[in-house]
Nanobody, 120 residues
Framework: QVQLAESGGGLVQAGGSLRLSCTAS????????MGWYRQAPGKPRDMVAT???????NYADSVKGRFTISRDSAKNTGSLQMNSLRPEDTAVYYC??????????????WGQGTQVTVSS
């Protein structure tokens, strides 16, 4: 079983910064992909940023230049540095990870989510 645990959410004023972390644990063989998604009330869950095993990153247009995704493959962790936060960034942020467990069984898991609230 693979589990993801997020941390780092909270309340911040507009223009401030937060850093989200995601730690994967369990019978992990390799992680090919980590991504951050967010869901505001009444809206669908949208991609924020992703990073693959070769370090390739992808960002939603709304966060380009403000957010930075990174990962530490040795520790099975990922992070999302969020700067210049705006009220419209308010949402529950979810970590997603895909890869293979030990013995080559694929996995795809979501974290439980962490609330980010940006006040104006």
């Amino acid at each position: 079983q693979v589990q993801l645990a997020e941390s780092g959410g909270g309340l911040v004023q507009a223009g401030g910064s937060l850093r989200l972390s995601c730690t994967a644990s369990g019978t992990i063989g390799s992680i090919n992909y980590m991504g951050w998604y967010r869901q505001a009330p009444g809206k669908p869950r949208d991609m924020v940023a992703t990073i693959t095993s070769d370090g390739s990153t992808n960002y939603a247009d709304s966060v380009k230049g403000r957010f930075t995704i990174s990962r530490d493959s040795a520790k099975n962790t990922g992070s999302l540095q969020m700067n210049s936060l705006r009220p419209e960034d308010t949402a529950v942020y979810y970590c997603n990870s895909r890869g293979y467990k030990v013995f080559g069984v694929p996995f795809a898991e979501w974290g439980q989510g962490t609330q980010v609230t940006v006040s104006s």
